[in-house]
């Protein structure tokens, strides 16, 4: 029997603000424990919380990147459950009427597009983190967490693989992170943390199997690897004719394997009730327009509009797309320029410059490496011969290593120019046919295939200068004499 897999994916995501959802509190990741905490986000006895109107903000931005409708009117509850790290015995959520509903993220794959739904998009408080590792046999809580402003976005059971649901939280994290700039996603702090919901049918059915919730997947690979697990746990109980249980389980690195933790909840377990502390939020249109005109493209329109404008691979649209600044740089190098000019601009980018970017520390982007005028100007000298391949990676490297940023010059200070003089190639030639004559030997006598090899050892002797079409044609003349 062949098996279909069933994910949905929930994920809570830190918003970035200075202060917590319901009070002044900082929400700096990092301070020493409890120290970030005050009546309000301990939930002591006559304390009331306040809403934080940035992190209302920022929630919307998130809602329109997803593509969600965001409603006028939402309401927040108390979702009820006992944990040592939640000090209220509660968490202030929402639920019947989250903030927003109904969108849709759009990925790109084989020169596809694939929509995954969002039912819903939500706001609600953080609990504070519970550390077994701190002290031998006892659990530490650090309440500094508890109250930092959180979204919780809920899929629908949408992605059909482990793969599709790394790819579909990756294109999340760049939606949140560069595009909406609400997070910054850091899945080591906690900043991003994923449930994912598995089940399996049989290929062909349409009612969904018993699924389980696989908690706290902080980084992409253990949630593809924990679902992959899961599935092959699944369809083993079913194949043998044993049942899956409805429960939640966590992932064991060390192992490789998903473990049982409790019995799944359903929604009436929690008791959910509205908040008698807060009034419903209601957001207006105007706010909501002036949230969707602030946004700008997004990745899949991005990726669109540059492989349509620029001709471009979707390879090279989708890391060109990867960031905002890194579009609008390679459009200041390349806009209004031919195919040819655009394709050499994206090599640079994903070549040398990235591999420079990815050697230095912190958030360094491309315009801090070379003004797009210099970049241009580079592309230009290599459109039109006067560096080859190799030459203009050598004048990028001297550019990076902060040699200046004046191309022409740099270039004739390390004589760089591709050579096209007949005379010097002919020299060149002549030097490499010399010091190889078992090679010539073996060519004359019909071994062609050494003709690369030539090509190659008369362009190290060159320094990667000579002219390839002139150099070749003088080697066929070279090595067709020597035939005769």
């Not at 934080?52 to 990147?65: K, M, S, T, Y």
């Not at 790109?108 to 504070?128: F, Q, S, Y």
């Not at 996603?185 to 089940?199: F, I």
């Amino acid at each position: 029997m062949s098996w279909e897999t069933v994910i949905g994916i929930e994920v809570h995501v830190q918003l970035r603000t200075a202060t917590k959802m319901f009070c002044r509190c900082s929400s700096e990741y990092g301070a020493p424990p409890n120290t970030n905490v005050c009546p309000v986000c301990l939930g002591l006895p006559g304390a009331l919380p306040v809403p934080n109107q940035g992190a209302v903000d920022l929630a919307i931005r998130a809602a329109l990147a997803l593509g969600c409708e965001v409603h006028e009117r939402s309401e927040f509850v108390r979702k009820n459950y006992f944990y040592p790290d939640l000090p209220k015995g509660y968490q202030i959520t929402q639920f019947a009427h989250p903030l927003a509903t109904e969108g849709t993220v759009v990925m790109r794959e084989d020169g596809e597009e694939r929509r995954v739904r969002i039912r819903r998009l939500h706001l609600e408080e953080d609990a504070g983190k519970s550390m077994h590792d701190r002290y031998a046999g006892s659990t530490a809580v650090d309440l500094n967490r508890a109250g930092v402003p959180l979204v919780e976005i809920v899929t629908e059971p949408d992605l059909r693989s482990p793969a599709e649901a790394r790819a579909y939280l990756s294109r999340l994290k760049q939606l949140l992170e560069h595009f909406a700039a609400v997070s910054d996603c850091n899945m080591e702090e906690g900043s991003l943390r994923a449930d994912a919901n598995l089940s399996v049918r049989p290929t062909g059915e349409t009612q969904l199997g018993t699924k389980s919730e696989v908690k706290n997947l902080n980084s992409f690979s253990n949630v593809e690897k924990a679902l992959v697990f899961e599935r092959e746990r699944q369809i083993g109980m079913l194949e043998r004719g044993e049942e899956v249980a409805s429960e939640t389980r966590l992932f064991d690195l060390s192992a490789g394997e998903t473990r049982p933790l409790r019995g799944k909840e359903e929604d009436f377990d929690y008791r959910y009730f509205p908040e008698p502390d807060l009034v419903p939020l209601e957001v207006s249109a105007a706010t909501v327009d002036t949230a969707r005109k602030a946004l700008g493209e997004l990745p899949h329109e991005l990726e669109t509009r540059l492989m349509d404008q620029y001709q471009l691979s979707e390879y090279d649209a989708t890391l060109l797309s990867a960031r905002p600044s890194r579009a609008a740089y390679f459009e200041a190098v390349a806009g209004g320029q031919d195919t040819a000019f655009a394709k050499t601009t994206a090599n640079f980018l994903m070549g040398g410059i990235a591999a420079e970017l990815n050697r230095r520390p912190g958030a360094a982007a491309e315009q801090d490496l070379l003004s797009p005028d210099c970049l241009a100007r580079l592309v230009e000298l290599r459109l039109d011969g006067t560096l080859s391949s190799d030459t203009a990676s050598q004048a990028l490297g001297l550019l990076l290593a902060g040699e200046g940023q004046d191309v022409d010059e740099l270039v004739q200070m390390h004589g760089l120019a591709q050579v096209g003089d007949v005379d010097q190639l002919a020299g060149w030639v002549d030097e490499v046919l010399e010091a190889h004559p078992d090679e010539l030997a073996r060519y004359a006598d019909g071994e062609e295939k050494l003709f690369g090899f030539f090509m190659g050892a008369l362009m190290r002797t060159a320094g990667g200068k000579a002219d390839p079409n002139k150099v070749r044609e003088l080697l066929v003349e070279r090595l067709a004499a020597a035939r005769d």
